[in-house]
């Protein structure tokens, strides 16, 4: 409790107040422009944290983070072109619900189920966070090698495509996380003898290229005149009995959402299909679905916001990542000298507090502004894209020459917005990277005291906690290529004939 | 199989099975842990050079469809974007954060097509100023200033 009164009284600061309607403008213009997901926009504007206090600067964040994560439906309404990949689900009932003339109802539906998904979610989020921090206090080395290992073979098989190429952007990740001085023995290693090196890839550039700049280049690559057909919005209501018939859906779907967030490396756009799956099931005209059904939107939406949630659970817990975007989160606290982990919630409890109160408010002013600005966002869309992506890659060198006022960091960018523009043209997911990179030093680190603490013995990988972590790992692994090669037999299966 | 398509299939296996063995030589060299017991600090790239090399036959067996890299305008759009990003990051400290901004975005606005002067003169000392003047001032954030004359800006 007292947790919580301190939290409470952090955020009397009205710069700390300030920011959750400032970082929700910010979230849902981003999230409005289709290739400005929230992962890129958090990228961009880490900078401006860097001068304020930690949580003014994690307010910021997660107001964009949850501002663009709902307005990602509005082009997935609109142009079918979900703004945020976890507004993927929405286009399935949301563009036909638009092509109907029923777009206004689509984007009033989303934004409210958003919202009932978010807050439900950092509900949920401010109960089972402490809990599992307060458990996570007793673990040893182990337990921390096999929960870092869980994260790296579910994220990198789950993110879609091909099972290899995630392993190989996981792989790359890891690599890129060895360069620098080693964790335990503090000798350098794959530095070439270069100063710059030996001192490692800093997190911030490494992220800000990969998202941010490969996203430019790949928008530039594509970049043509085109110009969004205008569309009828219709009504901005409801309809009746909406609180009946879309609030069972609503629950039911953050639920779904915010458990299968709570995994690392599950993004939103998997809960979201989940769920819209489930509330499909569920249904008792399921036929409706994919028709402009207004229950598959508010699913697909609520869950992809409590999903979000739901992955800050093992990242403020564990200091383990839930998905990108809590890695962006993650590497703010890293630069503000925060470590996250079981021991931040009583090492800094105004700030994780603080933030769960922050995250509250900030879905009741996305609701206001939401509502409110609904008009405007439609035209968000329409930003020229000659103006928009050379602004963005502006941002990027800021971004990261801001970390330590230092061009090599730059360099760093290049190289990353370089490197994930030519693994995304692969078809290589660049989301395992990133998260290997945070993800590898805590197992090797912990691998490695491990095994000197035991005398060199493997026996501290039979502890039934450790055990049953490893075996989990190894479930997803079998899930996931089971899940990939069903996925490809039916992709082979020749039509059948009417 | 078009020999484009041919290139595309076995080219990332041939970079990644690259990777994997330029990083096992380079680990070989990195000197063991001074501790009893510890695996080492070559123990991390060892492991990802092992698991580079097995991943490059997973994807040599493991055809997927790839997009393959752009031709034609896209490519020099993107080729060019990377020259001039190269550029700016290297003049940032010589000519200062407003003067290397407002050419990049003079150079990288004409290379996106944008050829209506009053919007290539006015744009890029628009944008420039306007970040500069909210990251330096505003936000604190250290940007190099440029010098025009007697003017430090």
Redesign the interface.
């Known amino acids: 409790m007292t947790g919580w009164i301190e939290g409470l009284l952090a955020l009397q600061d009205w710069l700390v107040i300030l920011m959750v309607p400032l970082g929700v403008l910010l979230g849902v213009a981003i999230g409005a422009i289709p290739g400005l997901s929230a992962t890129v926009g958090m990228a961009l504007f880490l900078?401006?944290t860097?001068?304020l206090d930690p949580l003014t600067g994690l307010v910021l964040l997660l107001g964009i983070y949850n501002g663009a994560c709902y307005a990602g439906a509005i082009p997935a309404v609109l142009v079918r072109t979900p703004g945020t990949p976890s507004s993927a689900a929405t286009t399935l009932d949301g563009y036909p619900m638009a092509q109907q003339g029923r777009a206004g109802e689509a984007l009033t539906i989303s934004l409210v189920a958003s919202v009932a998904g978010g807050i439900l979610g950092t509900l949920l989020l401010a109960f089972f966070a402490p809990l599992l921090a307060d458990y996570a206090l007793s673990f040893g080395t182990p337990e921390y090698f096999a929960i870092a290992m869980l994260a790296l073979t579910i994220i990198a098989s789950i993110g879609g495509?091909?099972?290899?190429?995630g392993?190989?952007s996981a792989?790359?990740g890891?690599?890129i996380?060895?360069i620098g001085f080693?964790p335990?023995?503090g000798?350098p290693?794959?530095s070439f003898g270069d100063a710059q090196l030996s001192g490692g890839i800093q997190l911030i550039p490494l992220l800000v290229g990969i998202f941010g700049?490969a996203e430019?280049?790949t928008q530039?690559?594509?970049?043509i005149?085109s110009r969004h057909e205008r569309r009828r919005i219709g009504t901005f209501s409801m309809g009746r009995n909406w609180l009946r018939r879309l609030a069972p859906t609503t629950a039911g779907a953050s639920t779904i959402g915010f458990a299968t967030g709570m995994l690392p490396g599950v993004g939103g756009d998997i809960g979201g299909y989940m769920a819209y799956n489930e509330a499909k099931r569920f249904s008792k005209t399921p036929e409706t679905f994919g028709e402009g059904e207004p229950r598959g939107v508010a699913a697909a939406e609520a869950a992809n916001n409590a999903s979000n949630m739901g992955s800050l659970v093992p990242t403020f817990a564990l200091g383990i990542p839930g998905n990108t975007q809590a890695a962006v989160l993650l590497g703010a606290l890293l630069i503000a000298g925060i470590q996250p982990g079981p021991g931040l919630f009583n090492a800094a409890p105004d700030l994780v507090y603080g933030s769960f109160v922050a995250m509250t408010l900030a879905y009741f002013c996305l609701l206001v502004i939401g509502l409110a600005g609904i008009r405007l966002w439609i035209r968000v869309i329409q930003i020229p894209?000659?103006?928009l992506?050379?602004?963005v890659?502006?941002?990027c060198?800021?971004g990261s020459?801001?970390v330590r006022?230092n061009?090599f960091d730059?360099?760093v960018t290049?190289a990353a917005?370089?490197l994930g523009?030519?693994l995304?043209?692969?078809?290589y997911p660049v989301a395992p990277l990133l998260i290997a990179a945070i993800v590898?030093p805590i197992a090797?680190e912990n691998?490695?005291r491990s095994?000197?603490l035991?005398?060199?013995s493997f026996v501290w990988l039979l502890q039934p906690l450790t055990a049953g972590i490893l075996l989990l790992a190894v479930a997803s692994l079998v899930f996931a290529v089971l899940r990939h090669r069903k996925a490809l037999a039916a992709a082979n299966e020749p039509p059948r004939p009417n | 199989m078009r020999s484009a398509e041919r290139r595309g299939s076995v080219v990332p296996p041939l970079l990644t099975l690259a990777l994997g063995v330029g990083v096992l030589i380079v680990a070989a060299d990195i000197r063991p842990g001074m501790l009893p017991n510890d695996p080492g600090p070559a123990f991390l790239p060892r492991v990802v050079g092992v698991a580079l090399i097995g991943l490059s036959l997973w994807l040599m067996w493991d055809r997927e469809p790839h997009e393959g890299l752009p031709r034609g305008a896209g490519l020099i759009r993107v080729v060019m974007t990377i020259v001039l990003t190269t550029l700016y990051l290297m003049t940032i400290e010589p000519i200062g954060f407003p003067a290397a901004t407002a050419l990049f975005l003079l150079c990288q606005m004409w290379l996106i097509g944008i050829r209506r002067f009053a919007v290539l003169a006015t744009m890029p000392l628009l944008i420039s100023a306007g970040t500069y003047a909210l990251f330096r001032f505003a936000l604190d954030v250290p940007l190099p200033a440029t010098r025009i004359g007697g003017l430090l800006l």
């Open positions: 900078p401006f860097f001068s495509g091909s099972i290899a190429k392993f190989v792989a790359i890891l690599l996380a060895a080693d335990i023995a000798f290693r794959l700049l430019a280049l530039i690559e594509r970049m005149a894209a000659a103006y992506w050379p602004l890659i502006v941002f060198v800021i020459y801001a006022t061009v730059v360099m290049l917005g370089v523009y030519l995304t043209k692969g078809r590898g090797e691998y490695r095994m000197i035991h005398d060199g």
